[in-house]
């Protein structure tokens, strides 16, 4: 069984860029959670998908974060225009159940510079 | 709000020592608790878990944690480590009734000694 997948593993882009970041949860979960640790600081929750619909977003920071889940398999997280405090390392996570063991993938560092 | 607290940011010991990770986390309801860790270069994996019954919880790799629900503690503990434990180690909580997300402590990062 394939494991959660996040691409790209690395990103570094100029502040004021926009970037795309991809989690491909394991097949047949239905939870995706994004999660978010900004260096020196602990792992933050940022949201969470059931299926296509959002189950809980109060993790976001800003308006400048948006997540989609079209059609309830992969999900995609921009951030635009991107900001210096949003370097950090962005992890994704799927779980089969609601309550049950979340997956993790093996997150994106994202550089804003 | 949960929170989670974990005592030690970094612990360096050597082989065939004990190891104890503290974890304490604020929470009136019913939770769920893990231990997570991440080896050098490696995805963030289950150690253990606890939703309900013993309080005494053995996971992977020869660890454990206890849950103490009157001091709000879920301490991990491995009696004898090894090189390869050498990594971060993560406790989190959930609960149903705040949307099933987890909280994080800091991470406390492990160096054993070989």
């Known amino acids: 069984e394939a494991g959660v997948t996040q691409f790209p593993s690395h990103s570094v882009i100029e502040k004021g860029q926009t970037v795309t970041l991809r989690c491909d949860p394991i097949?047949?979960?239905?939870?995706l959670y994004w999660y978010r640790r900004v260096m020196g600081k602990e792992i933050k929750f940022l949201l969470h998908?059931?299926?296509?619909?959002?189950?809980?977003e109060s993790g976001m920071p800003n308006n400048r974060f948006l997540a989609e889940r079209t059609g309830g398999t992969y999900s995609t997280l921009k951030v635009q225009p991107a900001e210096l405090e949003d370097s950090g390392v962005y992890f994704c996570?799927?779980?089969?159940?609601?309550?049950?063991?979340?997956?993790f993938g093996p997150g994106t560092r994202l550089t804003v510079t | 709000a949960q929170s989670v607290s974990q005592h030690n940011h970094h612990v360096i010991l050597s082989e065939a020592a004990s190891l104890e990770l503290g974890c304490n986390y604020s929470y009136g309801g019913t939770v769920n608790l893990f231990w997570y860790v991440q080896y050098p270069g490696q995805h963030l994996q289950l150690l253990l878990k606890y939703f309900s019954g013993d309080p005494l919880v053995k996971g992977i790799k020869g660890f454990e944690a206890e849950f103490i629900k009157s001091k709000f503690s879920f301490n991990l503990r491995k009696p004898s480590v090894q090189w390869s434990d050498t990594a971060e180690y993560f406790c989190a909580v959930n609960a149903a009734a705040a949307g099933n997300k987890l909280t994080f402590g800091g991470g406390t990062r492990v160096l054993v000694k070989p």
């Open positions: 996570a799927s779980s089969q159940l609601l309550v049950g063991e979340q997956y």
């Open positions: 097949s047949g979960h239905d939870n």
């Open positions: 998908f059931v299926k296509e619909s959002k189950q809980d």
